[in-house]
């Protein structure tokens, strides 16, 4: 087992109206010797914006902004832009998110050059509905049973023409790859893996192909008891000299409701299509009572991460509430997944 210490809450929400309904999966990046938190900011009646603030070290607040940095701005988002996540690439910082219209939830990117003006560039998953979805996952054989468990059109949106397959978890890779930018995203139950060579390749006949194909672009599925319901994409991930170290989130439902845990794997370099190996436990799992109880009950949800030295620091969101870290060491967990690998 891998040692896990429980760094403890190191946001709160305030009596700012744009978070007064708790904050929560913090996108975070280093940049100049400062911590950027982007974080999911709730207000009344669970409308999200991001809002940022800076650390001086890994839990101490230097600077907290009293406005959101990001907004709803179109009519895609009008009910709120949730749970970031950020990357560098070459001299631009991809910040992706989930755009909330109050019905769809589709991964969305904006782009900067300085982490203070962003540029919007819109949704960058497909919108795909749950019957033409449908049509394609039968195409795909045994996987089309449980894609169809989880992506079932909700009655009350049935006569709507514009509901498209929720699709979630954008999380770029922190380079290109082979000369391709990499992402990972998140149709349930998997976890499944895009491969371009420039954005504006994620046009309708890529997104046509790319699901014609679909169970090739699965990355991870289900495996172990602690994520047995679904997967999805956590924090950017990591390169280290074993592979890319992903940490994800995994999901298991209990009679008191769905449970999640931070979970580990390991991608292979040069082909991140390759899994060299995962935990066949939690990395982590909700325990504290600020994991136990929140808005929504029994959640680590990681979504961004720091390194010093051998000192991974993970930041998660607690209970849908608000954020906390927790810190183990990149080499113990190295040589753990290593264990397993296959």
């Known amino acids: 087992m891998v040692t896990i210490k429980k760094e403890g809450i190191i946001l709160r929400k305030t009596t700012l109206d744009f978070e007064s309904e708790g904050v ?16 999911r900011a709730v207000a009344k009646n ?16 230097e600077i907290r ?43 969305t990117l904006a782009t900067s050059k300085d982490l203070k003006s962003w540029q919007k560039v819109g949704i960058i998953v497909p919108r795909i509905s749950y019957k033409n979805f449908k049509l394609l996952s039968e195409t ?24 498209f397959l929720w699709d979630k978890n954008v999380v770029f890779f922190p380079r290109r790859i082979n000369g391709k930018l990499y992402f990972l995203h998140r149709i349930r139950p998997d976890i499944q893996l895009v491969g371009i060579e420039n954005i504006e ?7 046509k192909d790319y699901l014609l194909n679909f169970k090739d672009h699965i990355l991870l599925s289900p495996k172990y008891d602690h994520e047995l319901s679904y997967i999805g994409g956590g924090c950017p ?50 325990e504290e009572k600020w994991e136990l109880k929140g808005e929504v009950n029994n959640v ?19 209970a849908d509430k608000r954020i906390a870290v927790a810190s183990l060491s990149i080499s113990e967990l190295l040589k753990e997944l290593l264990h397993y690998a296959s």
């Not at 468990?149 to 509901?163: A, C, I, M, Q, T």
């Not at 009679?255 to 990395?283: F, H, M, Q, T, W």
């Not at 680590?300 to 607690?318: H, K, Q």
């Open 24 to 39: 929560l999966n913090p996108a975070v990046i280093q940049d100049n010797g400062k911590i950027h938190l982007f974080y």
């Open 46 to 61: 669970n409308f999200s914006s991001i809002g940022h603030c800076i650390l001086s070290d890994y839990q101490t607040i």
């Open 65 to 107: 902004f009293h406005s959101p940095i990001m907004i709803p701005e179109f009519e895609y988002e009008k009910h709120g832009v949730e749970d970031p996540r950020i990357v560098k690439i070459d001299d631009l910082f991809y910040l992706t998110y989930t755009s909330y219209d109050g019905i769809n939830a589709l991964g």
């Open 140 to 163: 795909q054989g045994t996987i089309a049973e449980k894609y169809k468990r989880f992506n079932e059109l909700p009655p009350s949106h049935k006569d709507n023409k514009d509901v």
């Open 201 to 207: 390749d994620l046009n309708p006949d890529f997104w």
């Open 237 to 286: 991930p990591l390169e280290t000299e074993h592979g890319w170290l992903m940490i994800y989130h995994g999901v298991h439902d209990t009679i008191e409701g769905y449970v999640y845990s931070a979970c580990a794997a390991l991608l292979d370099l040069n082909n991140p299509e390759k899994e060299i190996s995962r935990l066949p436990y939690p990395l982590f799992k909700p």
């Open 300 to 318: 680590c949800f990681p979504t961004g991460t720091v390194v010093e030295d051998d000192v991974l620091y993970i930041y998660y969101g607690a």
